[in-house]
């Protein structure tokens, strides 16, 4: 159960294992999609994410409650009937991830798995300049961008239309403990 702080009126949302693994990976991605040279910072930042998959795939099971994928991973229809209550500006409050946050995590770390499938495998002597290992690396990178933009354009979208900051609730692990059609 989320931990309440009376005099706020908020609740614990995101915890440290969360907000850690979010501004972590935020910096390595930066970081490597600055230093693009793979014998620079960018191999080792690369393998940086890989730690953080592996361990937001395990706190997705052990986490707390928001933390934990069987808390915010729904099917399809679930995602769908959300985006189209998002369209006409009826969707529901979610104090963790809603539909459409949970379908954008797993479209990134499936994304971010694949590119650092592909950057071991352009290191490998068996895939050295293959040309598709490369291909395929950059276009998931340029994929990752795409979905980058489309989160930022869903949280603001969400923070507006909720009346809530989100990025400021990923950094201090709390948000308005508010119900109005809040989904918990």
């Not at 933009?149 to 869903?154: E, I, K, S, T």
Request: proline share 2%; hydrophobic share 50%.
């Amino acid at each position: 159960m989320a931990a309440m702080s009376e005099q706020h009126g908020t609740v614990r949302v995101w915890d440290i294992g969360v907000r850690l693994f979010h501004w972590s990976l935020l910096i390595c991605v930066a970081g490597a999609w600055l230093f693009v040279d793979p014998r620079s910072l960018h191999r080792w930042l690369g393998y940086c994410v890989i730690g953080l998959i592996a361990f937001r795939l395990i706190w997705g099971l052990v986490g707390s409650r928001h933390a934990r994928f069987t808390d915010f991973i729904k099917g399809p229809r679930t995602v769908l009937a959300y985006l189209r209550a998002m369209a006409t500006g009826t969707e529901r409050r979610y104090l963790g991830h809603n539909p459409a946050g949970a379908a954008m995590i797993v479209a990134l770390l499936l994304t971010l798995a694949g590119i650092c499938t592909t950057g071991i495998m352009m290191g490998m002597d068996a895939y050295f300049g293959v040309s598709w290992v490369e291909h395929w690396h950059e276009g998931l990178v340029n994929g990752l961008l795409i979905l980058v933009a489309m989160h930022l354009v869903g949280v603001v979208t969400a923070s507006w239309r909720h009346r809530e900051n989100l990025v400021a609730s990923m950094v201090h692990g709390h948000k308005d403990a508010h119900e109005t059609g809040a989904e918990t």
